[in-house]
Nanobody
Framework: QVQLVESGGGLVQAGGSLRLSCAAS????????MGWFRQAPGKEREFVAAISRSGDDTVYAESVKGRFTISRDNAKNMMFLQMNSLKPEDTAVYYC????????????????????WGQGTQVTVSS
């Protein structure tokens, strides 16, 4: 069983920045490809970004490309999402997720299903 705990959410003005963190209990953490998803009120959960097991490859949703950066630190069992130039439409609960992957380098499949999910952290961007 893998436990994922997100942190770093909060209230920020449009144009501001936040850095989300995801702490994982997985051993070894590098066994899992990781992703960030978000769900706004009244909307379905949507993909935000994903990162390969090694961290060498990343994928982003078009809506966040150029503004968000996903990264991971396998030695510390941590994943991050740096969010810059935030917009009100980025307001959502953000979830980190882990999925088993045979591929250490590169991302072959970043779509759900994922095996484990965190409880989420709220991000609110005011206009």
């Amino acid at each position: 069983q893998v436990q994922l705990v997100e942190s770093g959410g909060g209230l920020v003005q449009a144009g501001g920045s936040l850095r989300l963190s995801c702490a994982a209990s997985a051993r070894p953490f590098s066994f899992y490809a990781m992703g960030w998803f978000r769900q706004a009120p009244g909307k379905e959960r949507e993909f935000v970004a994903a990162i390969s097991r090694s961290g060498d490859d990343t994928v982003y949703a078009e809506s966040v490309k150029g503004r968000f950066t996903i990264s991971r630190d396998n030695a510390k069992n941590m994943m991050f999402l740096q969010m810059n130039s935030l917009k009100p439409e980025d307001t959502a609960v953000y979830y980190c997720a882990a999925k088993t992957s045979r591929t250490y380098y590169g991302i072959t499949n970043y779509e759900p299903p994922y095996d484990y999910w965190g409880q989420g952290t709220q991000v609110t961007v005011s206009s």
